[in-house]
Every structure is written in structure tokens, then in C-alpha cells.
Nanobody
Framework: QVQLVESGGGLVQAGGSLRLSCVAS????????MGWFRQAPGKEREFVAAISWNGGSTYYVDSVKGRFTISRDNVKNTVYLQMDSLKPEDTAVYYCAADTTIRHIFARPVVSDPRNFGSWGQGTQVTVSS
């Protein structure tokens, strides 16, 4: 099991930016699809973005396309979520997750389903004020 620790959340005004980081333990980080999910109060956990093991492929939920960028550094065992042009509706707890099953496939229905991610971080709060 891989351990994940997120950081970088905070309070920002609408239109501002934040960069979330997620550091993973273990030597097999580079083999995992990584994802970011978020959960707002009273709502279900929502897929935000995912990145393939080598960073070559990404998916985003439509509401963040063009504003958020997911990336990874396999040397540093870290995945990032750069969030620009933030909106109040982006307010949520953001979770980093690792799909620790080696699937040899990177498909949107798979990587957007939280049930396919076996390891989760503790979450970091992002609050966007209007």
C-alpha cells in the first residue's frame, strides 16, 4: 500500500491560483495511475483529474478543463494539481489517490471511478471566496 500526503490547500479569492502537491511513499509510484478527486459539503466525491503512469495521458472533468493542470514527477514521487482561475464552486476537500492495480490501460471510465483507487491521502481543504 502506498502512503499519500497532500499539501498546498488554502483560502484564495476567485480568480486566484493554488498548486496542490501529493507525495507518495514507496518505490512503485511510477507504475501507478494517479488521480485527484474532490468533495464539497453534502456532495459525493467527484473526479477532477487523472494522469497516466508516465504522465503522457491526462483526463479532466469538464468543469475544470482549461483551468486545472495535473502533472507528475516520478523522480520525486509527487503528483501536482495546478489550479488557476479558481471559482467559488471549486471549494472542496481535495484528495489525491493512487490506482495501485497495474491495469495497462488508461481509459476515462476507469480513471474517473474512485472505486478503482486503492490508496488515498487525508485531503486538503481548498476554499475560494467570491
Amino acid at each position: 500500500q502506498v502512503q499519500l500526503v497532500e499539501s498546498g490547500g488554502g483560502l484564495v479569492q476567485a480568480g486566484g491560483s493554488l498548486r496542490l502537491s501529493c507525495v507518495a511513499s514507496g518505490r512503485t509510484f511510477s507504475a501507478y495511475t494517479m488521480g485527484w478527486f474532490r468533495q464539497a459539503p453534502g456532495k459525493e466525491r467527484e473526479f477532477v483529474a487523472a494522469i497516466s503512469w508516465n504522465g503522457g495521458s491526462t483526463y479532466y472533468v469538464d468543469s475544470v478543463k482549461g483551468r486545472f493542470t495535473i502533472s507528475r514527477d516520478n523522480v520525486k514521487n509527487t503528483v501536482y494539481l495546478q489550479m488557476d482561475s479558481l471559482k467559488p464552486e471549486d471549494t472542496a476537500v481535495y484528495y489525491c489517490a493512487a490506482d495501485t492495480t497495474i491495469r495497462h490501460i488508461f481509459a476515462r471510465p476507469v480513471v474517473s471511478d474512485p472505486r478503482n483507487f486503492g490508496s488515498w491521502g487525508q485531503g486538503t481543504q481548498v476554499t475560494v471566496s467570491s
